[in-house]
């Protein structure tokens, strides 16, 4: 019984990791050739900041329905009914017309990602916290294999002029593909396991324990966000660079990520959580400082690498810690997903309206949201572990 329950989990690992994979090429399918869709709806940076903004709006949304959807549904169907509006939803932004309607389009694809984001979430701390070593680091680095992967398709997409209709409908039946295995290894209960790690969070009260955890989710998503979404846009407007290059500014980033997450689990065992999340934050202030005030491509590629390394653990140790909390499994973890979304419609907003002031490039405009976000983790997090 033993052997056929770890056999069990083990291939819902392996559906978990190709589920985490699936939600990283997502996001990183249409991000690189924003400023292609901003041309061609001739839009400017201030329009493309009110855009992703509006369209926060239903992953705001989707947060705070995903408990009500956990709760009649299990966490398989959510994925699995997740993925099929992942492949209806894709092609449709290539047919947005006008700037409504992508926000339009990219407002329903976030509200399905952060269900489908929280559901697979479950399943890897579930699955971690039965296993001697933690995963959850892991997992999410294989999030970012898939977001660089689908960022690099997308790089080449537009170097190539291939067009935008065609690379997101294979993308669409890629997904279709590998829901086929995905959904005969998850997991058909959602069982909370009890963790055999040792928390290093303080006994605090759960209302205090949810605003923590929402604050830290909005801080840890602003400089995530800054750095790969408004990155092509630095390359492009302040360093003047092509298509192609500006592209693979998101790439750049996306692989400082990989690294730091295939690293994170390991790290963590060798120095501790509390020193790996101060020398992140250390590395992503510097490897930021280099990317948002760089005066060459070159240089800025490197930064941005750095600042991936850096920020690559915040997110998985968050959201482990939230997933596994005691009282109330899952409530720490949607109040991580609100506080991220809730940041998703203010940060993008901000960071267009000065990215479009005429003293203000769009470097500094990054860095003036990313890099107080990266100080308010270090003293929210010593005040979480004491």
Request: charged share 10%; aromatic share 8%.
């Amino acid at each position: 019984m033993q052997k056929q329950s770890t056999q069990r989990d083990k291939r819902a690992l392996r559906a978990v990791a190709a589920q985490f994979v699936i939600n990283g090429m997502v996001a990183g399918a249409y991000i690189p050739r924003l400023p292609e869709i901003r041309d061609s709806l001739n839009l400017d940076l201030s329009a493309i900041g009110q855009l992703i903004t509006a369209a926060s709006i239903g992953g705001l949304l989707g947060s705070w329905l995903c408990s009500y959807f956990l709760k009649y549904f299990s966490t398989k169907t959510v994925l699995i009914n997740g993925c099929f509006a992942f492949i209806v939803l894709l092609p449709c932004i290539a047919l947005a017309s006008s700037g409504i309607a992508l926000a339009l389009v990219l407002a329903l694809i976030l509200f399905v990602d952060v269900i489908v984001d929280i559901a697979v979430n479950m399943q890897g701390s579930n699955l971690s916290a039965r296993r001697h070593k933690p995963v959850m680091n892991r997992l999410h680095g294989l999030w970012s294999i898939g977001m660089v992967t689908g960022g690099l398709i997308a790089s080449i997409m537009a170097a190539y002029a291939i067009p935008l209709i065609w690379h997101l409908t294979s993308l669409s039946l890629l997904i279709f593909i590998c829901l086929i295995y995905v959904g005969k290894g998850l997991l058909n209960d959602d069982e909370q396991p009890l963790s055999t790690q040792q928390s290093t969070l303080q006994a605090t009260s759960k209302t205090r324990r949810l605003w923590l955890f929402a604050i830290l989710g909005g801080c840890a998503f602003i400089p995530e966000m800054a750095l790969s979404d408004w990155s092509p846009f630095r390359l492009k407007d302040d360093l003047l660079a092509s298509e192609g290059l500006a592209s693979l500014a998101y790439v750049c980033f996306g692989s400082g990520m990989v690294f730091g997450r295939l690293l994170g689990d390991w790290v963590v065992a060798k120095i501790g959580m509390g020193k790996l999340l101060h020398c992140s934050i250390t590395t992503a202030m510097l490897g930021g400082a280099l990317a948002c005030i760089g005066s060459s491509i070159t240089i800025t590629y490197l930064g941005l690498v750095i600042a991936g390394l850096g920020i690559a653990v915040l997110f998985p140790t968050l959201y482990d810690a939230a997933a596994q909390d005691k009282q109330r499994p899952g409530a720490m973890l949607g109040a991580m997903a609100a506080g991220s979304r809730l940041a998703a419609l203010i940060a993008p907003l901000g960071i267009g309206i000065l990215a479009n002031a005429p003293s203000l490039s769009v470097g500094l405009a990054i860095a003036m949201f990313a890099a107080p976000c990266l100080i308010l983790i270090w003293v929210l997090y010593n005040k979480l572990t004491g």
